[in-house]
């Protein structure tokens, strides 16, 4: 299937660009720049989680709630257009608050360094792409009937082509001791410093000319 960052070029990609920039008066550009960076880290963060037994089987959980069927992409214009926006990112906050832990804010500000969007923009706009994350899951769950064993697979065809060192360099963020170097460090190279071919840094680069 497509990877995660494919689906900024979709209509359902486009949408969440447009009312993310109109919700934190943030340019369209940098918008789809914290939405390119943030989406592999998520998922990234979830495919770690999941690879314990207790973490696959908390998304197991998660993702077998009708809430995340899929069905909210259906209609997501009304969604994020309308008064159930706040509902949207409300659910948000708690999907990142228990993908990322401890770690969310670290992860806004290094977002907020690579893209040049205030952190407390990056907090909002990730609370909006999180519910859409886990709807194409949940969606593509039940379309190949992937069972709590299978989650690894599918968070990683998601993600799309990466490498193992893109991976170890995500859990370096997720682990750092919060000094600053070991941050700027993995900012440089999994959001867009290092533009290996095939890599993160290569899938960002590509998809934005960068």
Known sequence: MASILDLL?????????????????????RTASVLSSAMPLILGAMKRNAATPDGAASLNNALE???????????????????????????????????????????????????????????????????????????????????QNGLGDLLGSVLGSQSTNDQSLIETLLDADGDGSVIDDVAGMVLGGNKKKGGLGGMLGGLFGK
């Open 9 to 29: 070029n979709t209509d359902i990609g486009k949408q969440l660009i447009s009312s993310a920039s109109e919700k934190t008066n943030t340019s369209p550009d």
């Open 65 to 147: 709630n009708n809430k995340h069927d899929g069905s909210l992409l259906d209609n997501l214009g009304g969604l994020l257009s309308g008064g159930d926006l706040d509902d949207l990112m409300s659910d948000g906050g708690g999907i990142l608050g228990h993908v990322l832990g401890g770690k969310q804010e670290r992860v806004e500000q290094t977002i907020s360094k690579t893209s040049g969007v205030d952190a407390g923009s990056v907090g909002q706009i990730i609370k909006m792409a999180a519910p859409i994350i886990m709807g194409i899951l949940g969606s593509q769950k039940r379309k190949d009937n992937v069972s």
